[in-house]
């Protein structure tokens, strides 16, 4: 096992101290008794696979007399290699939540009030699947949409398939990774994967661009981060705020919001200009290069001072660093990638200057994942929808192309336009699964809008989110302790298959996922797609065709193959699934669509005078707007504050601890948040953690606590490439609370 410590992993996170004293305070949760558990005594541990967020990091938990007490990491796993995160270890508080939904729930008033009608889930169910038959008959199965998030949607998609629906999205693409995969795809015809395929382990230089790893919690990542700084690894960090994994870092470059294409393009520059790129990987993989390399000329690190605010000197200083150390020089692709609309293309400044150092498919760079060969059900084959998908039409030009060439999956964005337009055709039904939709997309007025104009809104969750608060339909899902999921067939360095299983039963009358889309398909009447009666049932074919069997899962949580060669060093044959089967320094298909071949600069709109931009990022201890009434996660961090610069702070008149309004450029104002007034962020900027400042009723422990960030994202720049909304682009100004 690896050597880095429990101490030093905690300190890169940044939240350790407060989690370990809010998992202290579990004996201050109320003890809810596990049905069927009553008179169980002593203690038994179950494997199973953590669901705080979609990392699925493999889990043991315990219980005692009945009632759950602990989870903690499966030494087993390649992911967790024994040790949750923070947030994984609060997972106890997903079961134990008193915010959580209990009943299926008919709405009894207008929507968005909040009033609600208890039902039975024959009702509940009963009402979505006559409502669907309606919304088909009328408009077309194609007309209700599934917008879902992880591992959990897997049931549901099925049914929405074998409804005839092709319209499914998951906010993770276009409000998320999207552009960075695209960026990645188009440079080397595969994207990054998820858990990402950086070998940040064996890193010698570890580059972030406004990635703060340890504040976005990913376990292994984090784990392997605490590994690389510990065995020495340089860390360069170009951020407007100093964060956690700033403080690690041998050179901080403040760098201006909006401007890491500049300083993306002047790093190229110096490796090329100097010769210091990796000739032999770049003649032997690249194409394109010479036009690359003419197109990049001008951008000098002088260029790029004023642009970025960072002098030449040290862009030339790190330029040198990271070839110093190539080809283990990991520029990391980051996650959260939708910032200023140009975003696909600076992900593709970053695949560029990877492929410059060569550290695609080398040790310390980005290594081939494997997984395991598991067949998929022998379900009958779905329907043929009628028409395509809404979400990202073919434009009007004649072209024949679609409006975002490049969006390799669905548009949530796109869904909800076609949903408020009803172009190319109307959209009247979403059902939503697991993700807080009125949080997670940008403008919460089009989203309003949207569902305004639907006949049906489903929300099935373990919470009663915002988006709940809007739907017509409520479905209380059992908490990830509480029930089955697909299995997770993982593509890592060593290939293995996981399993989430029952610990505890639900504490009410919550269901698992796969339950609730097998009763709505059935009630659809697509009982033929599911052929299975339980879930057990489907988990032992599945695993039975790869030769392994589902009672080994249940005992062991998880089976690994072996590990098979994962560097071009070990062998693995350098392919790229590009149009010239090559690393693609100039992109034909991007200029055949009109677009620039190699990433250009754009400086981004300025706010109005005296504003601040408002950026948002992770916690630690919370995954997006689902956990903060989870009791012991809110214990470690019950509200957001917003980072202001000190200097700044006092000139608006605020000091830390005040509590102030922040006001949109379109006028939109967020409840009040506390001030954090720190040299730590450059003064052209704030920032705050996503995810609070909860309005729905249902949220006990979370309402009203901090600010929204997303109720203050009215404006988006969509990504021309792939559909992506850069949301960093809107300014606020602070109102003091008196
Ligand atoms: S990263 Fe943390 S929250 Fe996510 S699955 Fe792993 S332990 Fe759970």
Redesign the pocket.
Known sequence: MNQVSRRRFLKITGAGAGVAAAAGALGTLPRLRAAGAAGEKGQRTVPTI????F???SAIATVRDGVLWKVEGNPEDP??RGR??P??TG?VGAHFDTDRLRAPLLRASVRGEERWTEVTWDEALGRVAEKMKRIAAEHGPEAVALFSHGIGGTFLRHTMKAFGTPNSAAPSFAQCRGPRDVGFELTFGEGIGSPERTDIRNARCLVLVGSHLGEN???TQVQEFADAVGSGATVIVADPRFSIAASKAKHYLPVKPGTDIALLLAWMNVLVREGLYDKEYVAAHGFGFDAFAAEIQPFTPEWAWPETGIEPDTIRETAREMARHRPATLVHPGRHATWYGDDAQRSRAIALLDALLGSWGRKGGFYQPASMDVPTYPYPPYPKPQRGSVDNPAREDGSGDRRFPFASEALTTGIREATITGKPYPVKGWVVYATNLIQALPNQAETIEAIRALDLLVAVDVVGSEIAGWADVVLPEAAYLERYDELDVELFREPFVSLRQPVVAPPADQKPNWWIARELALKLGLGAYYPWKTIEEYLDRRLTGAGLSLATLKEKGLVKGPRPPIYYEEGVVPEFSTPSKKIEFYSVQLKEKGFDPVPRFTRPAAGPPGSFRLLFGRSPVH?FSRTQTNPVLAQAMGENELWVNADAAARAGVATGDRVRLRNQDGVVSSPVRVRATQAIRPDCVYMVHGFGHTAKGLRRALGRGASDAQLLTRYATDPLMGGTGMNVNFVTLEREA
């Open positions: 953590c669901d705080l967020c990392w699925k990091c992911l967790s949750l995160c947030r994984g997972g919690m990913h376990n995954t």
